[in-house]
């Protein structure tokens, strides 16, 4: 089992930047795979972006694709996202999420573990 803090979250203004964190404790973090979620009001869960174990592969959502960034240190057992470019549509709680197994991947349903979330909030 692993446990999954985030942090980093807060107000930006549109353009502007922010780096979400995830630390995991418990099992070995490296055999995860890795996801970020987020939930707006009134709206599902929906998939932002994905990290194998090793770290080699990525999948975003086109609604991020070319703004985040996602990856991960093993070393320190962590999960970023660095979201550039921020738009007030991206305003949501943000959730780090943990697969035990199966590839990487987009599926919400596939990720065992969650985190309590991180509030982003983008207005001027």
């Known amino acids: 089992q692993v446990q999954l803090v985030e942090s980093g979250g807060g107000l930006v203004q549109p353009g502007g930047s922010l780096r979400l964190s995830c630390a995991a404790s418990?099992?070995?973090?490296?055999?995860?795979?890795m996801g970020w979620f987020r939930q707006a009001p009134g709206k599902e869960r929906e998939f932002v972006a994905a990290?194998?174990?090793?770290?080699?592969?990525?999948y975003y959502a086109d609604s991020v694709k070319g703004r985040f960034t996602i990856s991960r240190d093993n070393a320190k057992d962590t999960v970023y996202l660095q979201m550039n470019s921020l738009k007030p549509e991206d305003t949501a709680l943000y959730y780090c999420a943990a697969a035990d197994k199966g590839p990487t991947s987009r599926n919400k349903y596939q990720y065992d573990y969650w985190g309590q979330g991180t509030q982003v909030t983008v207005s001027s």
């Open positions: 418990g099992r070995a973090f490296s055999s995860y795979v």
């Open positions: 990290i194998s174990r090793g770290g080699s592969t990525t």
